[in-house]
């Protein structure tokens, strides 16, 4: 990767410190998994890691914000268990909450140190890397050159311009929000995707006064109209949602010698407002960490929004070069499961024999926000198969607001559209607001993923009672619209 050796240009800069065959760059799940499989076969192999070596999704991540879901859950099942008979008093122990969230996570980030801790001393290298002109890693007063580069650099929280000076100490992001010590009496969050609406939610149900705000009117970023709406619906019952604001200033204000931070928007039908409260949660998006990386002295070329070109898919490698983006460094698909198989395919890459490697196929697209009720999307999009016009599609649907067992469970609100092709009788994708949600979405991945037909989902038995008859429901819709007449029973229509 020495650009310097292939032009012959001198170099009469600092001198290589070390020649490897391997350089991984960042020591998340991406570059952890990436790390393992490459040290199967090489010994000269080195991991660079800025900051904490337990993962993003452990520290910052997905746990911590689950384990306050969680605890959420608790305080919701408790407070609205009223309808059921049954009169419970619920007290929060704002302090024992964030107590229990940093104590799990640790307990779940010990086992990731104590892993990293086995690792060789020398393989390990704890700075923030970047690569020169010569393409030479520079990491504190290293000079690496390595044949292969594995680049796990992962995200970080994106802040709108400004915002962090104007908010000062009332601002929080995912890097910070688990840190707090007690839990606030008010909090903004801004950006409704998948951080945003399951912080807030989970805050709200803990007590705190919520107010959440998207400059759109879609909340988990959901592009069936219908799904959107239905999210909504479901969601405006206990959360307060400025969906279609536009913040026009954020700020601090000191009142009756309390420092609070403001927010002046302009609502969805135009009109000037202003917020107050003790936190603003920052919750609009991620950015790749690779801007500032040097990767445009190793040859990969980024796209305007920092994407780079010419990115396998299902290696992370770039063009035929030797150098692997993976993980959310590559912004592909920012999520764990992603991240964990590129980081293993690219480490299996980088290994002698390659051709022999086992690599997996990339993921069917598959996401689940943990909100209540849960979102969750498999495979192609709505719009994606609209705008394909030889995929003749039906949409199978079915409601929840009124399926047996999530009645039963008082928990029936939501809606499941299923996509299903005229042609082939697979299913292309579906998309869903409802309970259960992550069970059915992995039903459905596994039978987008194993190529398995409509006719042979409804031939799998469904128990009952379950919420997940409802997946059936929505697949018989399917089979109906499809107009397949061999396969349509009427008798079927009776699910119960
Ligand atoms: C609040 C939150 C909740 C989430 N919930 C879920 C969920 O429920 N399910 C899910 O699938 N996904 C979830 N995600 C996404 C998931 O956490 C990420 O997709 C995943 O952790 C990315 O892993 P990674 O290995 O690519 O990066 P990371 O784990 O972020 O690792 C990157 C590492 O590289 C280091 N680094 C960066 N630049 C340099 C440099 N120049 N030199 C050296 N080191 C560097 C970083 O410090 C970091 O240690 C969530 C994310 C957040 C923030
Ligand atoms: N359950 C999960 O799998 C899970 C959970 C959390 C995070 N993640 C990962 O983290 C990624 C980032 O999540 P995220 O929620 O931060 O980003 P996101 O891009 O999904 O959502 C950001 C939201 O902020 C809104 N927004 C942006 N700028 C705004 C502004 N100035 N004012 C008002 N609204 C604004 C956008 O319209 C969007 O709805 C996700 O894409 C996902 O990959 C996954």
New binding site residues.
């Given amino acids: 990767m020495n650009k310097q050796s292939e032009t012959g240009v001198d170099n009469a800069g600092p001198k290589v410190t070390r020649k490897v065959s391997v350089a991984v760059i960042g020591a998340g799940t991406a570059g952890q998994n990436a790390f393992r499989q490459a040290s199967k076969i090489h010994d000269d192999i080195v991991i660079i890691n800025d900051g904490f070596w337990t993962t993003t999704c452990i520290q910052v991540?997905?746990m911590p914000?689950k384990l306050l879901i969680a605890a959420a859950e608790r305080a919701h099942d408790a407070k609205s268990s009223a309808k059921f008979g049954v009169h419970a008093t619920v007290q929060i122990d704002g302090k024992q909450v964030m107590q229990r969230v940093r104590d799990e996570r640790n307990h779940f980030a010990s086992y990731i140190k104590k892993q990293v801790e086995g690792w060789p001393d020398d393989k390990k290298i704890d700075g923030r890397a970047h690569i020169n002109k010569q393409g030479l890693i520079e990491v504190n007063d290293e000079l690496i050159e390595a044949e292969q580069i594995i680049i796990a650099t992962g995200s970080s929280?994106f802040i709108?311009d400004g915002w962090t000076d104007k908010l000062g100490d009332t601002i929080l992001t995912s890097d910070s929000v688990f840190e707090l010590t007690d839990l606030p009496k008010s909090m903004a969050v801004?950006?409704?995707?998948?951080?945003?609406l399951?912080i807030a939610q989970a805050l709200t149900r803990l007590g705190v006064d919520v107010t959440l705000?998207?400059?759109?009117k879609?909340v988990a970023?959901l592009k069936d109209d219908d799904i959107n709406n239905k999210a909504i619906d479901c969601l405006s019952g206990e959360l307060t949602m400025h969906l279609g604001?536009e913040?026009n200033n954020v700020g601090t204000q000191t009142n009756a010698e309390h420092k609070a931070a403001f927010i002046d928007y302009e609502d969805s039908a135009g009109e000037s407002k202003q917020w107050q409260g003790e936190y603003v949660l920052v919750?609009?998006?991620?950015r790749n960490n690779i801007k500032q990386l040097g990767v445009e002295n190793l040859g990969v070329e980024l796209d305007d929004k920092n994407r780079p070109k010419y990115l396998s898919k299902k290696t992370g490698k770039i063009g035929d070069s030797n150098v692997y983006i993976v993980g959310d460094a590559n912004t592909h698909i920012?999520?764990l499961h992603v991240a964990s198989d590129e980081g293993y395919s690219a480490g299996s890459m980088v290994c002698e024999n390659e051709e022999n490697a086992y690599i997996r196929p990339p993921a069917t697209p598959f996401?689940?926000?943990?909100c209540s009720p849960q979102i969750v999307n498999v495979g192609m999009s709505l719009p994606e198969i609209q705008q394909d016009s030889n995929l003749e599609h039906v949409i199978g649907s079915v409601s929840f607001d009124n399926q047996g067992r999530s009645r039963v469970m008082g928990v029936n609100c939501g809606l499941l559209h299923i996509y299903g092709c005229k042609k082939t009788d697979k299913i292309l994708g579906a998309s869903m607001v409802g309970p259960d949600a992550e069970y059915i979405g992995h039903i459905l991945a596994s039978a987008i993923t194993n190529d398995l037909s409509v006719k042979d989902m409804l031939d799998t038995p469904f128990y009952h009672p379950t919420i997940l008859e409802g997946l059936r429901t929505a697949l018989r819709d399917v089979q109906h619209k499809m107009e397949i007449p061999y396969q349509y029973q009427d008798t079927q229509k009776n699910s119960s």
Avoid: M
Wanted: aromatic share 6%; net charge positive.
């Fill in positions: 991540g997905c914000s929280p709108p801004v950006g409704a995707g998948a951080i945003g399951e705000f998207n400059r759109v879609r970023g604001s913040i919750a609009t998006g991620r920012p999520l996401s689940i926000v943990f």
